[in-house]
């Protein structure tokens, strides 16, 4: 990816500078290097899910394809389409990469008999310089138009049978949009920030999270991490 943006190549956006939240730098590896490269990891194939050219056998990110010398003459072929920038499609906002970042989100709903988190939990837990802060997550996601009651039920089913069950899951919160009512935002509480990142997203449980919420999402949720400041009593 850092060589084709460093030579202007078209058909290589890289929106998000690698960071895996655009998709648009998809590419189909040919052979015989595309057995050779390391199997993609769940992120890179949760992202392939969202590329503007539906993915082929060989897609990658080529982001995610280290150069190495035994990938010395390695072609790819560009995909019909590529994003432009998913993000001024949904917003009327300018710099590209920062709509980017920000429009490819998600975002939940309430009401579930999954593990919630407390008032008096949160008080303890998230209290500033006590060295037991809780690590929040937010995703913001924007589901496909008439989809909301069945999201709803799906965000919570997959809340309660896949993302509590993970290490380090707190509690959690899904609002939906009242003036855009395709989005949701979603709030898990976790122990960690390695509990989300490496535990829960490189774990065998994204997977299955995917495999449920994933088949609503109009495009990729933008999923950030924040430390308290400051909150209520
Ligand atoms: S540059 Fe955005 S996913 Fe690869």
Redesign the pocket.
């Known amino acids: ?1 850092q060589a084709a943006t460093a030579h202007n190549l078209p058909g290589i956006q ?12 998809h590419v189909l590896v040919r052979e015989p290097h595309a057995s050779q490269l390391p199997p993609p990891h769940a992120d890179e194939l949760a ?1 392939l899910d969202f590329t503007a050219t539906p993915r082929q056998p060989h897609s990658r ?4 394809i280290t150069r190495t010398p035994a990938l010395d003459g390695l072609t790819v072929d560009l995909p019909a389409t590529q994003y432009q920038c998913l993000v001024a499609q949904v917003f009327p906002v300018s710099k590209a990469l920062a709509s980017c970042m920000m429009s490819l989100q998600m975002r939940l709903i309430l009401q579930t008999p999954v593990p919630s988190l407390t008032h008096a939990d949160s008080n303890r837990l998230m209290q500033p310089n006590t060295g037991l802060q809780m690590i929040l997550e937010i995703a913001d996601i924007r589901i496909h138009p008439g989809q909301q009651a069945a999201f709803e039920e799906a965000i919570q089913r997959a809340i309660a049978t896949v993302a509590s069950t993970a290490k380090g899951f707190e509690g959690f919160k899904v609002n939906k949009g009242i003036e855009s009512p395709e989005r949701y935002v979603l709030q898990i509480f976790w122990t960690t920030l390695e509990d989300h990142t490496a535990g829960f997203r490189q774990g065998p449980l994204f997977p299955q999270w995917r495999a449920i919420v994933g088949p609503f999402f109009a495009v990729p949720p933008v999923v950030e991490h924040f430390e308290l400041v400051a909150k209520s009593d």
Request: glycine share 16%; hydrophobic share 35%.
């Open positions: 990816m890289a929106d998000c500078g690698g960071l895996m939240t655009c998709g648009t730098c992202m990110l080529s982001c995610q």
